[in-house]
């Protein structure tokens, strides 16, 4: 075990995937001298040299299009879109191509591309840093698409989508890169699969489900509504494409109510899936509809408002205190 | 040096100030004294403005600022070319540019302090909000001149992008549909030889003005740090424009002395000697050194410019500090122009919910 931050687990988990592969190479703005932005991919350019760990032209789709190249030849790139709001031009190559190959192929051609995307808000950045689009990618078949919270996840995760045979969008909660954590770097990938939900936090009246960024928000929110006397249930889905249902369900089973949280706003998000999945797998157990504590559908805020727009402990309470039919901001339009 | 670098550009003031001659005198020839005092002078402020934001960022007033440092004589000479009724599409490094175009020095800091999403209204100075999405602004660019062919009107567009964003789609999208239409845009490249990290070596293996003429666009190289050099190509260019000339390509030869942003650090990427390079090209040294060889360079003109730049300073800082902070409720305004059921309910509960946390707070007020 060793403890290091969010972003250094990212690293040492490309640099095992790289030892222990040579087909892995790493592709994106600025990744190599610089080690990136958020200098995630740091000294990996030194050591595996320029042609694992390509600095590429300024241009996403671009990035992706050759991406898929190279995996036609057998490699398997890790590509780096700098920030969220970039993925946008390398959208046709994401939606026609990365996703759909295998299947237009009939399975000939494999696309194991591993698309790295820090995302979310939380840090002061100006429009187009702060975005959460992984909705877009749910919405596509052929993609997976991956959200971690913590380093040992990360560590674990990223080894595991550059491992699959289908393209991964692995999106990195860049406002928790400096969250530090315990990491077993011997850890068997092969226990847990990359798809499986995680409960954080065990409790019996709420599930809250989440993933990404929020996670640490929901684990506090767990801790403040007991101290209220409430039980929640914290789920880390970590895989959002497909989502690990069987977990979600087995919870609200047992707590009968649910709250779903994430950045991304709301219409047509996640948490509409998440809500009616559940609904339909399991109607019979909810004491109360399934509420949603989202990011307001809005584009991404300027920072001055950003932590309006940012569901935060008590929004996130709120929607506690609504599920569990306590008083709560939307009382008075209830009957 | 790159194969990218090595090439002739039109220059006409050499690095120590001398004025050379040749084919592209005519466009400045009423460049007079005051003129060139002028130029000086914006060039001065300019660089004032930027060391003040960058000032302003340390001293955290301002959550980020993409500094302009090095490239003022490409920024003041195309810009000073402009007509108000031309209309400027940039990224977000051109504060020269805006201030060129009359910005109101508070509105100059608004999106670097995170109170708005744009700092001012694009159609009161004829320049669009600052694109921070590489590239995309060249096809607006491109747009708005076709409307112009449409409305017969001799109005150009201008499109400020770096050498990075010449790698994007947009890009070269622009290039394909100004040449298709003949579209009266000028498309001007600051190459200031860095795209963050990334030499232009990275972005392109012939100088990057190599490339228009292969889209059917007529390019030319200048001296990005001879405002007089970049003025004339400007002019040139906008003659083109308005006479039915269609697009220009102009790669300005330049350097970004200071970091990308605030948030970066050259050291970890770039040589120190090749900034003292770029040192001695100094865009406003060597302006000043040839006023000081016409005898324009007094104590007097000295001191002047040196009050404007500290006055505009001082009112910029000024503006930054006393700004007033966004309304909550902002955060939902503007997404629409006219009601959205989805927002509006948003909204609603919003709005109720900070009543709750308002009463929460009275109720903890009361029980202390
Ligand atoms: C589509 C897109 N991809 C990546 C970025 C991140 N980014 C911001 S500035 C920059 C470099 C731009 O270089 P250049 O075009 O040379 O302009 P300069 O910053 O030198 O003025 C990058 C990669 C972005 N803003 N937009
Ligand atoms: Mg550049």
Known sequence: ?335 | MSPAQDEDFVQLLTPSGARTSGEYDRWVEDVDDNVLMSLYEDMVVVRRIDAEATALQRQGELALWPPLLGQEASQIGSARALRTDDFVFSSYREHGVAYCRGVDLTDMTRVWRGNASSGWDPFEINMATPQVIIGAQTLHAVGYGMAIINDGDDAAAITYFGDGATSQGDVNEAMVFAASYQAPVIFFCQNNQWAISEPVGLQAHVPIARRAPGFGIPSVRVDGNDVLATLAVTREALERARTGGGPTYIEALTYRMGPHTTADDPTKYRDANELEDWAAKDPIARLAAYLEERGLFTEDFKASVKAKADDVAREMRAGCVNMAEPETMDVFKNVYSSPNSWLDRQQDHYARYLATIDDTAADAEGTK
Do not use: W
Request: with cysteine.
């Open chain 1, 1 to 335: 075990m060793s403890s290091m931050t969010f972003g250094r687990a990212i690293n040492a988990g490309l640099r095992k995937a790289m030892e222990n592969d040579p087909k892995v190479v790493l592709m994106g703005e600025d990744i190599g001298k610089l080690g990136g932005v958020f200098r995630i991919t740091d000294g990996l350019q030194k050591d595996f040299g320029e042609h694992r760990v390509m600095d590429s032209p300024l241009a996403e789709a671009g990035i992706m299009g050759t991406a898929i190249g190279m995996a036609y030849r057998g490699y398997r790139p890790v590509v780096e879109i700098q920030f969220d709001g970039f993925i946008y031009p390398a959208f046709d190559q994401i939606v026609c191509q990365v996703a759909k190959l295998h299947y237009r192929t009939q399975g000939k051609v494999k696309v194991p591309l591993t698309i790295r995307v820090p995302f979310g808000g939380g840090i002061g950045s100006p429009e187009h840093h702060s975005e959460s689009p992984e909705a877009y990618f749910t919405h596509t078949s052929g993609l997976r698409v991956v959200s971690v919270s913590n380093p040992q996840d990360a560590y674990t995760v990223i080894q595991q989508a550059i491992a699959s045979d289908d393209p991964v969008l692995y999106f990195e909660p860049k406002r928790r890169y400096h969250v530090k954590g315990e990491v077993n770097e011997d850890i068997d990938l092969g226990a847990e699969s990359m798809g499986s939900a995680r409960v954080v936090t065990e409790g019996s009246d709420v599930t809250l489900v989440t993933y990404g960024p929020l996670v640490p928000t929901a684990r506090d929110a767990a801790v403040a509504a007991s101290d209220d006397g409430v039980s929640v249930e914290v789920i880390d889905l970590r895989s959002l494409a497909p989502i690990d249902f069987a977990t979600v369900e087995a919870s609200v089973r047992k707590t009968g109510r649910l709250v779903i949280t994430h950045e991304a706003a709301q219409s047509g998000g996640l948490g509409a899936e998440i809500a009616a999945s559940i609904t339909e797998r399991c109607f019979y157990y909810l004491e109360h509809a399934p509420v949603r504590i989202t990011g307001f559908d809005i584009p991404y805020p300027y920072s001055k408002l950003e932590f309006h727009h940012l569901p935060d402990l008590d929004r996130i309470l709120d929607g506690v205190d609504r599920v569990m039919g306590r008083t709560n901001s939307l009382s008075s339009l209830e009957g």
